[in-house]
Structures are given as structure tokens and as C-alpha cells.
């Protein structure tokens, strides 16, 4: 009969089946992450954009909060000061992704963070979308607005630290970039900007307060006198040979202060005079007495050659391995291979201000509920003992002198004992000489630590005290205030 | 009844109660189906649920009666497969109506009607069919008396939406007839008339069709004369397609008149002949209609035109993409992104929103209507029996195989309705008049065989006028 037939049919009815059922496999699951990234698919877009994302906060205000829009994309990303705030923030691009906390904290403000534990399990039965929960960072916004305000118009970045904590108070870069402009609802427009961005040779998009890496020099000879203090060979009061010029060891290149002249009487100064005229003879002198090990183990303990995670990923500050004695020398000084970040020499003023305890820095200070609750606190860690408290009472004191009868002398705030340190560094290549400030403030019981590097400003003079140390003091009196 | 009836009929169970519990559970699936749209996507729990959700069951529960009484040994599967895919297709209709009504909101535009109560309505109307085609058709081998008057009837059908005043183009498709504020497509009646006019035409015809007159290639092909029939099937095929633009029924009838005629002849040479036709008919098309031009040109590259003519698969396969493994999430997806989501697309809001997990039930619970009822055509006594049962569920076949295939770019894309799923009420309709036919075929393939001589019992009467 014709039953061989209809099973013969049913066969390939069967196979007919197979072939739908590969090819939706393959569709869901092969090509799936190739169709769910197509330029054209508004799905990725829109999914996110469905829900409301938690906000970025700054005290209690937004940085990053999602508006609801009423059309198709209900909620919009938006940064109340965008460029103020993005080197935390970061952008939420649904083309380019995410980065800053929008990135870092992304499961939190997604509401995806096991922290929500309770919250998805009764999501996970009425089948709703996760709301996402809020983060706080440690930010001052009148810090970082002072910073923002007095960086304008120049290259550079400032970093702000609470000394005690670690807590980050200020990170401010320029140029800066308008996040919102990244996050709108046109791709046409965000591409645009992106590459207008991308082909800036300012980098806008460098996340220049922790990434950006410079030699720090003068700067750097916190660390230098650090190491001298701790080495139990010298007090502020050691008499260190600065002579107008000082000849390398082993070569025959001349080192020369910065006005060319000797940085005492005979070609003498003490530890503490040295540092407050930034005599770059005694300090690659000093250097070399204490030799490459001393410095490095005490710019390590400072927070170099270590990558941290605030939880934005910090460039690594460097003090390179394995110097010659004119090596030691200009590294003393924060010139040669040593490298830092902005917050690498905030921290070494913290440090110092600290009572010598090196903390580590962060920028969450708090993770909240979609209920405002307060679901993790971010407590304080000690990242090392960089210096004892006398040592560092006793640097301390002569930062106060450099900033109140030495070279930062724009950093004065009437009422307050600021402690402080200028820089000026060359860079290898042919642009202008970096200019340093970092200080701290009050001198006794710190509650701000800052430093100020500006790269470029089209200013003819560079100097640290003319161009960085006035922000400086704009930032620790915002925190004062 | 005599002792050994009741023994056998203890040794071959009906099955009855099994339906009755997959109905259950079909129909508790839906309700949790609802709830679940109705939480995630925050509307709440729907306000006339407990409404809709008792029509579905007591519709349920009545299919189940008239079965219990008038195809009282029918295959336990078949009624409960086709119920939970209506089931589904409701819910997803809900959803879909759901994201329009969320959508005209944001947009401040006036509020669309929902589908999903007329369709709701559309399942009474189909229900009513089911206990009429049960009630009435006692024996299905006396629908081959109407043989030739179901044929013309169903080209009657076919060529209906041609008519002036009446027939109705939407979205370039001719397949639609419009009386009064009524609107259906009659190829859905069609697809069953024709398939009862093959059954009945070929159990008569096979013999002489399955004559071999000449060999080619180690095959038996028929007479010239003999092919005929299969000419005719084949301009009709292309006429649908060219004057009705409708490439979805074309296919299907000519792929429905070919298998039933490799059925009837148990001639290969027959599905040889076919496929040439096909490949002739194809090419024809391919070269002489744009809008089947058009329709390959976008399977080959949809990304090219994502914006205009592949913007419908297109965002179907985003929908899939979207969906991955284990979907969305009912509610959770963006099914109307896809135009037609509750009609040629409800597979994408499917697989977008239930994922891969859900396709592969969905898709077997096809194969298990399928496979039941070619089971049904295999286990059958009667000639026309067989072809009409092999017939009906290779009609469902092959309609799930290519808009499902369509819509996933296996391949290109045609308009039809996925069975029990799409919203329409013809389609709802005729495929629920399938499911009856099933039954009853069924009922006769696995009634005991002893019942013929208890003269006493209703069911068997039937049976004995024959």
C-alpha cells in the first residue's frame, strides 16, 4: 500500500526539520553576537536604553543619572557637567561601550551586581527588568570644580586625596569631553564625535589624572629627601654640597641648577634649604649617596611600580630598575626614566601629610539599592608605611618652607599652613617642560592632598609655582572652604 | 455489550483521560504565559484574565466532549498539540498588543485595538467548525462522494480574491475577500477542498497514473497524456503566484499535489516530474516577476537592503539574535520591532522572547502533530483515508517549513500563516477544520475492530452502513 510512501515522505518532512532547527541554532547561538553588534540593529541599543540605569552620584547630586525621554529609547544617559565629571563617569556609548565607573560599576548601575541578591529574586518571579542601583563616589564637587576651572585652556590634571583615607576628592583632565554627546540617541552624531575626539592630538579621551604618565621632577625629591631622612644619615639640617653645576658620576655631563647658581654660601645647603629652592646639585648628589636601592624601595612604598584599580584601571607609576650612578642621580631629581601619574604624586603628599602611612586611593564610597539603601561601604586601606611619623612631621615642616620662603610661594592660603612642592620637568621629545605642583593642606591634620601637572599651556615662563601651584590652591581651599 | 468487546476495549484504551490532562496543562501554560506578559511588561495582571482564560478553557473542555463522544478512539495528542499552539498564540497576540499599546502611549498616539480578543473569537468560530465537521462527517470516506465538487469549490476559492469589488489586495498580496466589514482568505478553505479533491481524484486516478509507459534513466515515467493533471496543478500553482502575487500558497499547493500524487502512484518519477516543473516554474518567476525577484535578491543579501525591502528579516534575525539561547524573556523582548509580529513574523517574537529553548519546543510540538498525523495516514484502512490524513498534515507541513524557514532566511522569504500561531482568522480556522479531519480519520484508524459487530453501539452504526 502507500504506506512506504508516506513514511519515505515523513522522513523527509523529518530531515526538513533538522534543517530548520540547525539553522536556528546556528542563528541564535553562532551568529547571534555578530547580528546582536550589526551597526543597524537598534535592539542592543534599546534594551539597554529600556532601562533605567542607576545614577553616578557626587554628594547628593547626579553626575550620571538616566532621564526618561517618552519616545522609543525611554531612558537617555545624561551628564548634568559632563566634561567636569568624565574622567570619573567615563561614557555609556552603546557603539564605542563603556568606560570610567560606567564601566566599572556597570553590574551595579545595570542592577545586575550579586549585591541585589534579594531585589532579583523578586524580579526573577514577577519576570521584571532589573533596576539599577545608584553609586557614590568620594568626589568634592567644589574641588573638582576649582580644578576644572583653573586647568582650563591648558593640558593637564589634577588629582585631589583625602590624606587620612585615601578617598579621591578630585579628578579633573583637560582637554575634557561632553559624555552626553557620546550617549545620545543618534548614532550618526556619536560616530562623528567620537572621531573628531579620537583624531584631537590633546587626547581628550586619555583619562589623563590617572593615566597620563610624566616625569615628575622636582617634584620627586619628596621621595628623595624621604629616603634620606629614613636612611638615619640625615636631618633637615645636613649639610648637602649644591654647587652651580654637578658633574655626573662616571661620564663627564654637567648637571646645573635651574638659575645656574650655587644653592648656598660656598656651595653648601642644608637638606632643608635645598628643598625649598629646588637645588637639583644637592638632591642628584643625595641620590647617589643613598643609591638606587634606598629610592626605589621608598618611591614603592609611596605607591610606584604598583597599578591600582580606584576601581578605574591607574597607569603604574615607574621608578626604573636597575640605574648607574648618573642614572640614580637625575632620577633623584624626577628626571630620566621616572614616570608618574597625577595621582601618583597626590598620594606622595598624602603620604607625607599622613603621618607617613600611604592609603589607598579610591573613588566609590558607596554602593546603594534601587531603594537608596545602602548596600556596601567602602572602607579606608592602608597601602603602606612609607615613612615614620617624625620623618614625616619633619618633611612636612620643610614643605611649609618651600611653600612660605621658598619656590611655591603662589600656594599660600592666608590662615592656613599649606606644606607644598614645585616641579618642572623636561620631557624627551620636543615639547614644552611639564610643570608639577603637589602639596597639602592644613601642614598639621591634613584634609586635602592635590597635585596639579599642566603639560601644556602656550605660557612662555614654565615653572611649577607660576602655573600649577595657583591651582592648587584653589582646590585645597575649595576643601578648606 | 458482549464480554469480549469490553475486553478488547480495556486492551486498547481510548486515551481520553491522557487528553483531557494535556489539555490541562496546555491550558495552565497559557494563564502562566499571561501573567507573565502582563508582570513583565508592567501592565499587571490583565484585567479581564480570568475572562479570557475561562473561554479558552471551556473551549477546550467542549473540543474535549465532542471528541470524547464522536471520535471517541482518535489519536490523545492531536487535539491537545493544536490547542497549546493556539494557546501560545494567543499569549504572544497579548503581547503584542501590549508593546503596541505601550508604544502608541510613549508616542501620545491614539490607543491600537488589541488582536488578541478578536482572535479569541476567531477560536470560538474555529471551535464551532471542529464540533461541526465531528457531528456531521461520521465517516470521512463519505466526503470522497464530493470529490469533484470540493475541486471546484477550492479554484473557485482560489481565484476568488480576483474578483471585482470583493477581492482585496493588502500589502501586495491579492489573497483576501471582503464582504460587508468580513474579511477572510479563502485559500485557507482552498488548501482543505483541494486536498480532499486530490485524495478523492488520485484513489481513483493512481492506478492509471502509476502506469508505466516508458523507462529513463532506470525510472518509470508515465504517458504524456498522463501528465495532465499535474500541468494543470502546476499553471494553477503559477497563476496564484502571478495574478495573486502570493508565493507562500503557490508553493504549498504545488508541493501538497506533487507528494500526494508520489503518495498514490508510488512513483518516484512523479516527484522527478515535479521538481523539473518546479525549477521551470521557479526560473519563470525569478526572471519574469520582480516581487519574486525581489524576494530571492533579499535571501541572498539581506544586510544590503536592511532598510527597504530585507527590513522585515532583517529584524526578524536580529529578534532570534536577540533571543539567544534561552530568549528574552516573555515581555522582556522588542517583538514589534518586526512588522506582522502577530502574523508572518510571530515565529521572530517567538524566538526573540522565548529563544532557542522555545523554538525547538514549539517546532516539535509541530513534529508531534505531524508525525500524529501521518501515523494517522499510515495506520488507516482506506485508500482515500490515508491520502486525505497524508495530505492534511503535509499542508501543515510544508506551511510551517516555509514560513518558518522564511523567516529564519533557510530560505526565501513567502507570505503565509504559521499554523494555530498567526493572527487571522482563516487561518485559525481551516487549520482547526484539519485538526477535525485528523480526528475523525484517527478515530477510524484505531477503533477496535470487534465494535463492528455490536450492533447496539452508536458509533458503530456508522460503520455498518458502509
Known amino acids: 500500500m502507500m504506506s512506504r510512501q508516506i513514511r519515505r515522505i515523513g522522513v523527509v518532512l523529518a530531515l526538513m526539520l533538522v534543517a530548520l532547527l540547525v539553522n536556528i541554532t546556528v542563528i541564535q547561538v553562532v551568529l547571534a553576537r555578530d547580528y546582536r553588534e550589526r551597526p543597524g540593529n537598534q535592539r542592543l541599543l534599546l534594551a539597554e536604553y529600556d532601562r533605567e540605569r542607576g545614577p553616578i552620584l557626587v554628594g547628593a547630586n547626579p553626575a550620571a543619572r538616566s532621564v526618561e525621554t517618552g519616545n522609543t529609547l525611554r531612558y537617555l544617559r545624561t551628564y548634568d557637567d559632563g566634561p567636569l565629571y568624565a574622567p570619573i563617569t567615563g561614557f555609556y556609548s552603546l557603539i564605542y561601550g563603556a568606560t570610567g565607573l560606567e564601566r566599572t560599576e556597570n553590574r551595579v ?159 653648601k645647603v642644608t637638606l632643608k634649604q635645598a628643598l625649598a629652592i629646588s637645588c637639583n646639585t644637592a638632591f642628584a648628589w643625595l641620590g647617589v649617596q643613598l643609591g638606587d636601592e634606598a629610592l626605589r624601595k621608598q618611591a614603592e612604598l609611596m605607591g610606584f611600580d604598583k597599578g591600582f584599580q580606584i576601581p578605574l584601571k591607574a597607569a603604574t607609576s615607574r621608578f626604573p630598575a636597575e ?92 590662615g592656613v599652613r599649606v606644606a607644598g612642592k614645585t616641579g618642572t620637568a623636561e620631557t624627551d621629545n620636543e615639547r614644552p617642560a611639564v610643570a608639577w605642583f603637589v602639596a597639602f593642606a592644613p601642614a598639621q591634620s591634613p584634609k586635602v592632598a592635590v597635585a596639579v601637572v599642566i603639560e601644556e599651556s602656550g605660557a612662555t615662563e614654565i615653572s611649577g609655582n607660576g602655573l600649577a601651584a595657583p591651582i592648587a590652591r584653589e582646590v585645597m581651599k575649595a576643601v578648606l572652604r | 455489550m458482549s464480554v469480549g468487546s469490553q475486553q478488547l476495549a ?43 482564560v475561562g473561554v479558552v478553557g471551556a473551549l477546550a473542555l467542549v473540543m474535549h466532549i465532542v471528541v470524547r463522544i464522536k471520535a471517541r478512539y482518535a489519536d490523545p495528542l492531536l487535539l491537545p498539540v493544536a490547542t497549546l499552539l493556539t494557546i501560545l498564540g494567543l499569549v ?66 482560489l481565484v476568488l480574491p480576483l474578483a471585482p469589488i470583493i477581492g482585496t489586495t493588502v500589502n501586495g498580496a491579492t489573497l483576501w475577500v471582503r464582504i460587508g466589514g468580513f474579511s477572510f482568505q479563502p485559500a485557507e478553505a482552498a488548501k482543505i477542498l483541494l486536498t480532499l479533491f486530490f485524495a478523492g481524484y ?41 495574478f495573486e502575487r502570493d508565493l507562500g500558497t503557490s508553493l504549498l499547493f504545488f508541493g501538497l499535489f506533487i507528494t500526494m500524487l508520489y503518495i498514490a502512484t508510488q512513483r518516484r518519477s512523479w516527484l522527478i516530474l515535479g521538481s523539473i516543473f518546479f525549477a521551470i516554474g521557479a526560473l519563470l518567476a525569478y526572471q519574469f516577476f520582480d516581487h519574486v525577484h525581489n524576494r530571492v535578491i533579499v535571501w541572498l543579501d539581506p544586510w544590503s537592503y536592511a532598510d527597504t525591502s530585507g527590513y522585515q528579516i532583517v529584524q526578524s534575525l536580529y529578534g532570534f539574535a536577540n533571543g539567544g ?134 458509533l458503530t452504526q456508522v460503520v455498518r452502513r458502509v
Not at chain 2, 490583565?46 to 479570557?52: A, I, K, N, Q
Not at chain 2, 532506470?218 to 502571478?242: K, T
Request: aromatic fraction near 8%; proline fraction near 6%.
Open chain 2, 325 to 458: 539561547i534561552m530568549g528574552a524573556g516573555l515581555g522582556q523582548g522588542f517583538p514589534n520591532f518586526v512588522p506582522f509580529a502577530n502574523t508572518d513574523f510571530i515565529v521572530a517574537a517567538i524566538g526573540e522572547e522565548l529563544g532557542l529553548t522555545g523554538m525547538f519546543a514549539l517546532l516539535l510540538l509541530y513534529a508531534v502533530l505531524i508525525e500524529r498525523g501521518l501515523r494517522t495516514a499510515v495506520s488507516v484502512r482506506d485508500s482515500f483515508g490515508q491520502l486525505l490524513a497524508a495530505g492534511l498534515s503535509i499542508t501543515l507541513a510544508l506551511q510551517v517549513f516555509v514560513i518558518v524557514g522564511g523567516v529564519t532566511r533557510l530560505i526565501p522569504l513567502t507570505g503565509l500563516t504559521t499554523p494555530f500561531l498567526s493572527y487571522g482568522g482563516s487561518s485559525l480556522v481551516a487549520n482547526w477544520v484539519i485538526v477535525a479531519l485528523l480526528l475523525r480519520i484517527s478515530d477510524r484508524a484505531r477503533r477496535p475492530e470487534i465494535h463492528q459487530i455490536d450492533a447496539d453501539d452508536a
Open chain 2, 202 to 242: 488520485l484513489v481513483v486516478k493512481r492506478d492509471s497514473l502509476a502506469l508505466v509507459r516508458s523507462k529513463f534513466l532506470g525510472l518509470g515515467f508515465p504517458q504524456i497524456r498522463d501528465l495532465g493533471p499535474l500541468f494543470i496543478a502546476w499553471v494553477v500553482s503559477l497563476g496564484v503566484l502571478v
Open chain 1, 109 to 267: 548601575l545595570t542592577g545586575k551586581s550579586d549585591l541585589f541578591f534579594v531585589d532579583r529574586l523578586s524580579q526573577l518571579f514577577a519576570g521584571r527588568q532589573p533596576v539599577g542601583g545608584a553609586v557614590t563616589t568620594t568626589i568634592d564637587a567644589a574641588a573638582q570644580e576649582a580644578a576644572f576651572k583653573g586647568l582650563k585652556g591648558k593640558v593637564g590634571a589634577v588629582v585631589a586625596i583625602e590624606p587620612a583615607t585615601g578617598r579621591i576628592l578630585a579628578s579633573v583632565q583637560s582637554p575634557s569631553f561632553d559624555p552626553n554627546l557620546l550617549t545620545s540617541q543618534d548614532p550618526e552624531a556619536i560616530r562623528t564625535y567620537y572621531e573628531e575626539l579620537k583624531s584631537d592630538p590633546a587626547k581628550p579621551l586619555l583619562n589623563r589624572p590617572i593615566v597620563a604618565l610624566n616625569p615628575p621632577g622636582s617634584t620627586f625629591k619628596l621621595v628623595t629627601a624621604a629616603a634620606a631622612l629614613a636612611s638615619g644619615l640625615y636631618t633637615p639640617d645636613s649639610i648637602l654640597p649644591g654647587p652651580a653645576s654637578y658633574r655626573l658620576p662616571l661620564s663627564t655631563s654637567e648637571l646645573n641648577n635651574w638659575n645656574r647658581k650655587e644653592c648656598g654660601p660656598d656651595g
Open chain 1, 323 to 414: 640605574l648607574d650612578e648618573p642614572q640614580t642621580a637625575l632620577s633623584a631629581i624626577g628626571q630620566f626614566e621616572v614616570r608618574a601619574t597625577a595621582l601618583q604624586m597626590a598620594m606622595v603628599g598624602a603620604a607625607i601629610g599622613n603621618n607617613g602611612v600611604t592609603m589607598q586611593p579610591y573613588l566609590v564610597q558607596e554602593v546603594r539599592g534601587p531603594d537608596l539603601a545602602i548596600l556596601q561601604t567602602t572602607d579606608p586601606i592602608r597601602y603602606a608605611d612609607a615613612m615614620t611619623p617624625l620623618n614625616a612631621a619633619q618633611l612636612t615642616e620643610m614643605m611649609v618652607n618651600v611653600v612660605e620662603n621658598g619656590t611655591g610661594s603662589n600656594a599660600q592660603i592666608s
Open chain 2, 92 to 157: 504572544m497576540i497579548y503581547r503584542i498588543d501590549v508593546a503596541s499599546a505601550q508604544r502608541a502611549e510613549r508616542n501620545s498616539a491614539p490607543q491600537p485595538t488589541p488582536d488578541v480578543y478578536a482572535q479569541l473569537t476567531w477560536f470560538a468560530i474555529a471551535v464551532v467548525l471542529f464540533v461541526a465537521v465531528l457531528v456531521l462527517v461520521k465517516d470521512h470516506r463519505r466526503l470522497q462522494r464530493y470529490t469533484y465538487s470540493f475541486g471546484l469549490l477550492g479554484l473557485l476559492l
Open chain 2, 10 to 52: 480495556r486492551r486498547q484504551p481510548s486515551r481520553r483521560g491522557a487528553e483531557l490532562m494535556l489539555l490541562g496543562c496546555a491550558w495552565a501554560l497559557g494563564v502562566l504565559g499571561t501573567l507573565q506578559v502582563g508582570w513583565a511588561t508592567g501592565e499587571g495582571t490583565p484585567s479581564r484574565l480570568w475572562v479570557t
